[in-house]
């Protein structure tokens, strides 16, 4: 399996909201609010596969209150 | 006719539907979804004498579920 | 006076819209449709005594079907 | 206390209003209208246990009008 | 002929003496100093059968002191 | 095989040595010069098991010019 | 006197021996190492009448160390 | 101790040369090649009396083959 880094900007004033769904969902490994142009910042792992947009498309940007999405596909973990 | 490429940001969740309005209106020579700041890459073919603006914002642009668009222009393929 | 240039984001399928508008406004001394992340291009000229924010909230972020807008200032004509 | 950096995109039209409301939530330091890719600029002081993205979504972001915010955190004022 | 909008990042230190570059080269319609992410913007005019790519590639960004161009080309001019 | 879509930023006025040298690498399926932040856009396939980033890096990177890239990942072909 | 913000990329590992160079050149009203895609975020004061462009690219962008500028004009303060 | 995220643009050809130098100097959690604009993302921990700007430009950014960096500092785990 490999981490796929999502980066989300949530409507204003929602931010721990879409976290708390996040982390009910249970599709997240890692997840954090964070400085700058995105309010959360996660980790998930997918197989090989699995169509990481469409992964993102239904389980990630159908949690109300999410705005926006910033996908980092990672290559090689050194 | 020159190729143009425009990458699209789509209502969360909707991204799947979009892509699927686009395929059928045929205006797309290719379509993917990807990752990056935009969740779907297409390219088009115009004519040198289209106005390309006038045609993102007729036919694409007037897609449900898309949000912003960026459009960039190739001069030369080598 | 000096020139500065506003770069508009509109709503998908409405760019020719606000375009008509600010052009019906008569507030703008150039304006274009463009390629890249903003759909509009436009040049005003503004006094030294003249708030720039205040003049684009009021007579252009208020056309509907803006989204955003990228404010640039010139400092020196060439 | 450290100060952090605010930014917020308004929605069109809403800039003065927002600040005009940050400005009497008595909880910026300084609060600007400014050019670029951003409406308002603030700068706010919290201390070192305070959550700013808590701080931000629940006393900023709630405020009517604002779309996009992007935060910057200080490490050393020299 | 269409006008083509480009922006320049510049050199450290060097903006002013690209700008006079520039000036004195004869290829631009108009030159600012700007605010923003870019140092200068300038408007050139190209024909319909020139390639854009090639003209900045060889006119432009050869002048000593070009970091980064960020090209918007128009489509209609209202 | 996937397509992945790289832009490149080239060092001033090098912009069309690079592509010649790409496309004599013979490395890429399609290749063209742009508007926009990024000087040339191309498309290249790679098998699901090839690391792309060491393919970047390796193949595409070394090559003389190039300053910056930006790489787009394609989960699903429409 | 009007506040404008400039945000400063500096060369890697040279982030701290540019702030004391701005330090000690006493043009800076306010400077912090920041999070973010800037090193540094400085706050100046020029009168009406100073062109902002030109003291930029003299009294700031000289120093050594700096690689790239983002200059913030405020319009109003509230 | 607190996750801090860093990406890494690296200079052409030698990304990872420069995650091999990031990984022998054991400062680093999780680092990984990546898509999109960045070449690298790094999480590191550092405690919260730590200068973080101080430790990426003494620690990070002085590893040879780095060109710029975006850090994005979390608030809350959940």
């Known amino acids: 399996m490999k981490p796929i880094f999502i980066q989300l900007q949530c409507a204003p004033g929602r931010t721990y909201e879409v976290a708390d769904a996040l982390y009910k969902a249970e599709v997240v490994s890692e997840l954090y609010s964070t400085s700058g142009e995105y309010d959360l910042l996660m980790k998930i792992y997918l197989t090989a596969d699995q169509d990481a947009g469409k ?3 239904e389980k990630i ?3 109300p209150g999410i705005v926006r999405t910033l996908t980092t596909m990672t290559f090689t973990a050194f």
């Open 61 to 63: 940007a159908s949690i």
């Open 55 to 57: 992964f993102i498309n």
